[in-house]
């Protein structure tokens, strides 16, 4: 099977939250997977995503990943990280409980 993944992803299964409309924060959703060009999430309300937001990987003290929906299939979006070092997204993975 051909892939046009980039970089590898990793499991994840952690919470993360998104957010839209000057910091307002949506609820919980889920981060399935991560690599350090994108995501897969399992977001709380799909139908009322918007097409980019920000994605925080913890509640506090971590800045929000800025991305970009590039794919939404049933309950599941892939988002691509714009505006970050790839580096930077994995590691803050390897940070969370």
């Given amino acids: 099977m051909f892939q046009k993944r ?27 997977d991560i690599s350090g060009k994108g995501a897969r ?19 506090f003290g971590q800045p929000a990943k800025q991305c970009k929906i590039i794919w939404r299939r049933g309950n599941e979006v892939g988002v691509e990280f ?5 580096a930077d997204a994995t590691s803050l993975v390897e940070l969370e409980p």
């Fill in 82 to 86: 714009t505006g970050l070092i790839a």
């Fill in 6 to 32: 980039q970089a590898s992803r990793r499991t994840a299964n952690l919470p993360a939250w998104i957010e839209v409309d000057n910091n307002s924060l949506l609820e919980r959703c889920k981060l399935v």
């Fill in 41 to 59: 999430l399992i977001p709380g309300d799909i139908d009322n995503l918007p097409s980019q937001f920000n994605l925080h990987l913890s509640r």
